[in-house]
């Protein structure tokens, strides 16, 4: 297939391009940069479409086809990297599904995604993640890595077999869903993922600490009526796994960040040279406590939303790299997991339709990112985390390059419609929000894997 992108922003963090100008994709690869492209002479292939993203939508197109996608007022970005995303595959698919989740992905503009383990049985042996990564051949349009439990089962008592999941292609260890409780046990899963070469991916939750909570604890949690969860839950064991991580030279990822006090301690930890990175989500970067007007399940994620101040500390953090990416910790679950109270319904949302308007709305467009820093902090940066350029190149947008590219259209208005989601979930709190900044279109590995049909809302 070649696919000539034209006229558009092309937003390349590690060369730090920012300019408007073609893009030419053969076979898989990036095969020109340049102004007033044209397809090659000698390759007889029939261009069959001339489509826009400015105005009407792409259409699919096969693989001996030549498409031009005039990409005027986009920007084209390096493919979105997602390095904490719930599938649910195997033993929850009623939830979702690696061909569901994937498409989900793909719509959100990520051509690469990080499945969690916490799936039944637990990904915590070789030939659990070769099931998911078969499946994921056949099925996913995009790139998915599957992460390994810390311990068998995320029991918490025994170390998985690290080494034979990192050897099958694991890019990270988690427990996520729960932390490892057991300090001691928690230092030797560090050691073995410094032997292994792998990142260990950190949920931070005390659950004692935690308790029965199911919001922040804080003023609203008593206006509403419901228990609270302390930021003590988080920072204690977010304090500890940093300490951890200093003694055993392990490369530590705090996940879904949510408070002052750990990217404060993450700030520190940087400073003094300790292998720590840090994600936060979307939604924590949105939302506060103040914004939960009713007990209402579609607010219930963990950790919860946090204080107007904790969440200005988080976007200080992204905007200053403290905080190192975005990742959506999408928590898809069935509509009968999330209704009636909060305090019977499940912790999570979806995450991966909604990722990059809300950036975009939410960061770009007051200025806090530049269009440029939104790359890095949904593209490259998260690779680097996770050390993906070992498989699928580093996210630079070159010549010789796989062409893994996401096209934007960021000042298009449209409003969150929840019906037209490509997951299998339906449990967003953003619901009917009007945002600006869509994705037109995802390529990966030089295929067209998403062009947006969707109708509009708006
Ligand atoms: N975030 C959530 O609220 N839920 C996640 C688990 C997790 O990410 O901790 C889930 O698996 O549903
Ligand atoms: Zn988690
Ligand atoms: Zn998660």
Known sequence: MQILIRGGRLLDPLSGTDKVTDVLIEDGCVTQIGDGLTFPAPKKKKIVKEASVSGETVDEASTDMAVTIDASGCWVM?????LHVHLRDP?????????????????????????????????????KLNYVRFKSAALSPIHVMQIGSITKGEKGEELSDIAGLADAGAPAISEDGRSVENAALMKQAMREA?????????????????????????????????????????????????????????????CHVSTRESVEMIRFAKSKGVHVTAEVTPHHFTLCSDDILADDPMFKMNPPVRTAADREALIEGLRDGTIDCIATDHAPHAVSEKFGSMLTSAFGIVGLETALPLAVTRLVEPGILSPLDLARVMSTAPAQVADLTRQYGDGKIEVGNPAD?????????????????????RNTPFEGWKV???????????????????????
């Open 194 to 254: 410094v032997k292994a070469g792998i990142p260990v991916f950190d949920h931070c939750e005390d659950k004692k600490l935690a308790g029965k909570g199911v919001v922040n604890e804080d003023e609203n949690a008593v206006r509403l009526g419901l228990p609270g969860i302390p930021d003590s839950a988080e920072d204690v064991i977010a304090a500890r796994d940093i300490l951890l991580a200093r003694e055993t030279g392990a490369h530590l990822h705090l």
């Open 78 to 82: 390096p493919g979105f990297v997602d």
């Open 436 to 458: 600006r900044g869509r994705v037109k279109v995802t390529i990966c590995d030089g295929e067209i894997v998403y062009t947006d049909k969707r109708r509009q809302t708006s």
């Open 405 to 425: 590219i996401t096209i934007v259209r960021p000042d298009e208005e449209w409003t969150i419609d929840k019906k037209q989601f490509l997951s299998k979930g």
């Open 91 to 127: 033993g929850q698919t009623y939830k979702e599904d690696i061909g569901t989740g994937s498409q989900a992905a793909a719509c959100g503009g990520f051509t690469t995604i990080c499945a969690m383990p916490n799936t039944k049985p637990v990904i915590d042996n070789p030939d």
